[in-house]
């Protein structure tokens, strides 16, 4: 069965474009609240690199969230679309599985972040997807705020949370949120605090931004995932699927050479479909 709750900070969202400044003066700012999380999550996370997600890697999401017996989230709110209330491509993205509801999260501000009524629907989940879209929406808009802290508590209880593009790169502590060569930082979801995440990797040629971003934060991890891949984690292991490749890049393996281009030459180990680490690997 599919069912999508417009939940009552969307169902205002048209209201709120008009009355904004109004609204923004009579409500409160709400506290960033700390999030306490597992030193590993029993759950696992899907972090895709954008473009076509291959049909295997969505099979697999599907799978760990339950199948028919599972409750998918969608929260499209990295996607400027998503403001404009039209949440159909998301919808359309998973009406091809039989899950047993789907529900749709989005909030226009911060403050939406807070509505009770997101935290029960995340409660119910099994499965969570983040689309793309600009990952500083994402950040700007639920971190440190009960919808993150749900997320978290999804992933310490068994279920799966999945994103691509942006909805991979929020799961960084040290988010990369913009900068074509130099990297400018925005808070993540610490889903995985060791890692500095980015994605459309070989096709943008990211390599030197994440080196960049390693300059900025020598103690983290670079994974930079190509389009059509993905990397399903869990606290075990960290298994690499679809058509592309994942670089892993780690300070102390990094070489100076003439070129950042030089993906070899600058100390970069590229995964492919079926390469497995230890989940530690990623976590230290």
């Given at each position: 069965?599919?069912?999508?709750?417009?939940?009552?900070?969307?169902?205002?969202m048209?209201?709120?474009?008009i009355?904004?400044?109004?609204?923004?003066?009579?409500?409160?700012?709400?506290?960033?609240?700390?999030?306490?999380?597992?030193?590993?999550?029993?759950?696992?996370?899907?972090?895709?690199?954008?473009?076509?997600?291959?049909?295997p890697i969505?099979e697999?999401?599907?799978?760990?969230?339950?199948?028919?017996?599972?409750?998918?989230?969608?929260?499209p709110?990295?996607?400027?679309?998503?403001?404009?209330?039209?949440?159909?491509?998301?919808?359309?993205?998973?009406?091809?599985f039989?899950?047993k509801s789907?529900?749709v999260?989005?909030?226009?501000?911060?403050?939406?972040?807070?509505?009770?009524s997101?935290?029960e629907?995340?409660r119910k989940?099994?499965?969570?997807?983040?689309?793309g879209?600009?990952?500083?929406?994402?950040?700007?808009r639920?971190?440190g705020?009960?919808?993150e802290?749900?997320?978290h508590?999804?992933l310490e209880?068994?279920?799966?949370?999945?994103?691509t593009?942006?909805?991979?790169?929020i799961?960084?502590s040290?988010?990369?949120?913009s900068?074509?060569?130099?990297?400018?930082?925005?808070?993540?979801?610490?889903?995985?605090?060791?890692?500095?995440?980015?994605?459309?990797f070989?096709?943008?040629?990211?390599?030197g931004?994440?080196?960049?971003?390693?300059?900025?934060?020598p103690?983290?991890?670079?994974?930079?995932i190509?389009?059509?891949t993905?990397?399903?984690?869990?606290?075990?292991?960290?298994?690499?699927?679809?058509?592309?490749?994942?670089?892993?890049?780690?300070?102390?393996?990094?070489?100076?050479?003439?070129?950042?281009?030089?993906?070899?030459?600058?100390?970069?180990?590229?995964?492919?479909?079926?390469d497995?680490?230890?989940?530690?690997?990623l976590?230290?």
């Amino acid at each position: 069965m599919l069912r999508i709750a417009f939940l009552r900070t969307c169902s205002l969202m048209l209201l709120g474009f008009i009355l904004k400044d109004v609204a923004t003066a009579q409500v409160p700012v709400q506290p960033i609240l700390t999030v306490q999380q597992p030193e590993m999550f029993r759950g696992t996370l899907l972090l895709c690199g954008g473009g076509v997600i291959p049909l295997p890697i969505r099979e697999e999401f599907y799978k760990l969230g339950k199948g028919t017996e599972g409750t998918l989230v969608l929260i499209p709110t990295a996607s400027p679309r998503s403001d404009a209330g039209d949440f159909s491509m998301w919808i359309d993205f998973w009406s091809s599985f039989r899950w047993k509801s789907v529900d749709v999260i989005h909030v226009a501000d911060r403050q939406g972040a807070f509505d009770s009524s997101l935290v029960e629907t995340i409660r119910k989940a099994t499965a969570v997807w983040l689309s793309g879209g600009e990952q500083q929406r994402l950040s700007e808009r639920y971190v440190g705020t009960p919808v993150e802290k749900e997320l978290h508590a999804l992933l310490e209880r068994g279920g799966i949370v999945g994103g691509t593009s942006a909805g991979a790169a929020i799961a960084s502590s040290n988010m990369i949120a913009s900068g074509a060569i130099e990297p400018q930082f925005a808070a993540g979801f610490q889903f995985l605090p060791s890692l500095i995440i980015d994605q459309h990797f070989t096709q943008k040629n990211r390599h030197g931004r994440l080196l960049k971003a390693l300059e900025a934060y020598p103690n983290r991890i670079g994974l930079g995932i190509d389009e059509s891949t993905g990397v399903f984690v869990n606290k075990d292991e960290s298994r690499v699927v679809g058509d592309g490749g994942v670089f892993l890049l780690k300070k102390d393996s990094i070489q100076k050479g003439p070129s950042v281009k030089d993906i070899q030459g600058n100390g970069y180990q590229r995964l492919q479909a079926g390469d497995i680490l230890k989940t530690s690997e990623l976590t230290h």
